[in-house]
């Protein structure tokens, strides 16, 4: 498992004074205000931020970092992601998984391995996994009616039904 998971992205500066309105991952914002620092990383880069304030605005949160004091500056961070270690996430409740931990998982169908997760699809009802089989590339509804066990520490998924890959 990630020691840091990716929790949330720089959408766009506010105001002046560098404040960076963010996107979180989970949709739920409370783990952010305990936040002392975070990592930012884009692609290939990787920077350490220390976190001046973090304030609730309008269904979402503006976070101040140290040393980014005008929107210029802050604008060069729009769309890189916020990652902490992994106790500074957001809680999960039973059956609740990070999509970073779905990722990689073997797909097991009657105990045989017939593809793994290439991606996490974000859709309306339901995400969608992204499976690499010897057939190409398929996409599983993630529920109930197509997922049994999922097992993140030995990175299983148990298919339920195989006629959805044909």
């Known amino acids: 498992m990630l020691k840091e998971i990716a929790i949330g992205r720089i959408r766009k500066t506010h105001g002046v004074k560098g404040y960076l309105k963010v996107m979180s991952f989970s949709g739920e914002y409370d783990h ?7 990592t930012l990383k884009s692609k290939d880069q990787s920077k350490i931020f220390k976190i001046e304030e973090v304030t609730p605005f309008s269904g979402e ?23 902490v270690p992994r ?8 059956g609740e998984f990070y999509h970073a931990d779905l990722h990689g998982c073997q797909i097991l169908l009657e105990g045989k391995v017939i593809g ?11 995400d969608l996994l992204e499976i690499k089989t010897e057939k190409g590339m398929k996409l599983i509804p993630f529920n109930s009616v197509f997922i049994g066990g999922v097992d993140t520490e030995n990175k299983t998924i148990e298919l339920l039904e195989g006629w959805i890959l044909d």
Not at 32 to 38: A, C, G, R, T, Y
Not at 116 to 126: M, T, Y
Request: hydrophobic share 40%; net charge negative; proline share 2%.
């Open 87 to 94: 106790e500074h996430a957001a809680h999960l409740e039973q």
């Open 32 to 38: 952010f205000m305990d936040l002392e620092k975070i």
């Open 61 to 83: 949160i503006l976070i101040k970092l140290e040393g980014i004091d005008t929107p210029e500056k802050g604008k060069l961070l729009s769309g890189w992601d916020i990652w």
């Open 116 to 126: 793994s997760v290439q991606s996490i699809l974000e859709s309306g009802s339901n």
